[in-house]
């Protein structure tokens, strides 16, 4: 009886550290729906094509994530490893995503997108 306690407790540490790896993935995960929905918006991108931007997630809440948009550069010495394109908001309730650009603060604008990005970002998070 002795010996099979350390085996319990080994596998039930392992398991919960299994699922706490999974639970702090997931929402990196999810953000790549987001990441597609600005992809296929009509976010105004000039210096990459679209498939080049990522986003930098600044905040995220239940109601609202806000994201920094960016492109990767090659690193050089005295700069960082990316370009800021601009930044969005993404009302996750009413499925809303925004262009929160600094000259466009305080009025953001609606942009439109493919909608299987957000059905999936929903079910992601769920």
């Not at 905040?59 to 394109?85: H, K, L």
């Not at 930044?87 to 609606?110: R, T």
Request: hydrophobic share 35%; with cysteine; proline share 6%.
């Amino acid at each position: 009886m002795m010996t099979c306690q350390p085996t319990i407790r080994i596998s039930i540490v392992t398991l919960l550290m299994f699922t706490t790896i999974a639970k702090a993935k997931e929402p990196v995960h999810c953000y790549g729906y987001l990441t597609e929905m600005v992809r296929s918006s009509n976010f105004p991108v000039r210096e990459v094509t679209k498939d080049k931007i990522n986003l930098l997630i600044d905040e995220d809440q239940p109601s609202m994530i806000t994201a920094q948009v960016i492109y990767d550069v090659t690193r050089q010495p005295d700069n960082s490893s990316f370009t800021s394109i601009g930044w969005i908001k993404y009302d996750v309730a009413n499925h809303i995503l925004w262009n929160n650009s600094a000259n466009l603060d305080e009025h953001p604008v609606k942009l439109s997108f493919n909608p299987q990005y957000a059905d999936g970002f929903d079910r992601c998070r769920k």
